[in-house]
Every structure is written in structure tokens, then in C-alpha cells.
């Protein structure tokens, strides 16, 4: 009679913290559904914020959009490694136009890293050194990460001409549209956190 009591109370306690668990995730899923309802492309913006929502609090707006910008520059980077190789392995092969296409598409790419660094680092300062700065900040993300979009379809419009393999092409094309996937989704909580923190302190549109 023990043991199958015993195996019903680690059945119960095992069945108990999946539910928990699963009812957890429920919760962070609903909310950033919400959050991410005006997105262009809401589940994906779901699917990067998910994994960074702790159960135990609710990230704010400026957090969720720090993240989200966190997500595109780490997949930027990944891409730009991988068209990186694929044009030195070009110029090995002595296909110099070829190469040359995908060289100018890495110093693009770089562009973008190097704007979507920016408007990270502009947004951790956001809210910080006063309310009168908050407008410039503000501007100056919209128009990094604008700018990033633009560097990246100009790199996708460079390379569309047959100048590399079917598979390479196929890959570094998804690649770049998942970059411009969450670029444009990064905007979008961008835009979510700043009107709710103009609202919160009275701040006039510019």
C-alpha cells in the first residue's frame, strides 16, 4: 500500500510543477502576444522575447525593446560572418567579381552592425540624462536602425544577379530576411516603449 501511495504522491508532485511550468509559459506567452500584437511580424517577435521573460517579473517596455535590438545585432553579426566567408572563399576560387559583389555586401552589413550598435547603446541611455534629451535619443534610434533596413535590402539587391551558388544565395537571402524581420520588429517595440514613456511623463510629440 506505501509504495503506491508513494508512486501517487511523485506522480501528483511530477504532474503539479509541469502544469505550473506550462501554465508559467502560458502567461509570458500571452503577455508578449500582446506586447507584440502591432508588430509586423508578431510571432516572431514572440518567439525572441519569449526566452528572456522570467516568470517572475514583467519586463518593462524599454527592456523588451533592448532585447529585441540585442537579437537583430547578434543574427547581423552571424550573417555578416557567414557572407564574409562565403566571398573569401570566392577569392579563392578566382572569381573576383563574384567576391567583389559579396565584399561590398559585408561592408554594408558592417554599416548595419555598426548603426544597430549605436542605437543600442543610445538606448541604454534613454530616460537616464533627462527628460529634454529624451527627443534626440529618440531620433537618433529611429534613424540608426532606418538606416540598417536601407544598408541591408541595398545588400540583398547586390547579390540577386546570379553572382553566387543556388545554396549560398538561398541561405544568405533567409539570413537577410530575418534580419529585416527583426530590425522591423525592433522598431515597432522602439516605438511601443518611447509613446508609453511620453505619456508617463507628460513629454510632447517633436
Keep these: 500500500m506505501a509504495p503506491n501511495f508513494l508512486s501517487f504522491l511523485v506522480l501528483f508532485f511530477t504532474i503539479f510543477v509541469f502544469s ?21 511580424y508578431p510571432d516572431l517577435c514572440v518567439r525572441t522575447l519569449l526566452p528572456y521573460v522570467n516568470k517572475n517579473s514583467v519586463p518593462s517596455p524599454q527592456r523588451l525593446a533592448q532585447i529585441s535590438l540585442a537579437s537583430c545585432l547578434s543574427k547581423a553579426r552571424v550573417t555578416r ?14 572569381n573576383s567579381q563574384d567576391s567583389q559583389a559579396l565584399e561590398d555586401c559585408v561592408q554594408q552589413i558592417d554599416n548595419g552592425v555598426d548603426q544597430i550598435t549605436r542605437s543600442f547603446k543610445e538606448l541604454q541611455h534613454m530616460g537616464t540624462d533627462g527628460d529634454e534629451n529624451f527627443a534626440w535619443h529618440e531620433s537618433n534610434v529611429q534613424s540608426w536602425v532606418s538606416a540598417a533596413l536601407t544598408d541591408v535590402t541595398t545588400c540583398i539587391d547586390g547579390i540577386t544577379g546570379g553572382v553566387i551558388g543556388r545554396r549560398e544565395k538561398a541561405i544568405i537571402n533567409a539570413r537577410f530576411l530575418n534580419m529585416k524581420q527583426l ?24
Design 20 to 40: 505550473t511550468a506550462v501554465e508559467s509559459v502560458s502567461r509570458q506567452r500571452v503577455y508578449l502576444e500582446s506586447q507584440c500584437r502591432s508588430a509586423m
Design 81 to 94: 560572418a557567414y557572407v564574409d566567408m562565403v566571398a573569401k572563399k570566392l577569392n579563392e576560387t578566382g
Design 183 to 206: 530590425a522591423s520588429n525592433s522598431l515597432m517595440m522602439f516605438t511601443r516603449y518611447t509613446t508609453r514613456y511620453r505619456a508617463s511623463r507628460g513629454i510632447k510629440n517633436p
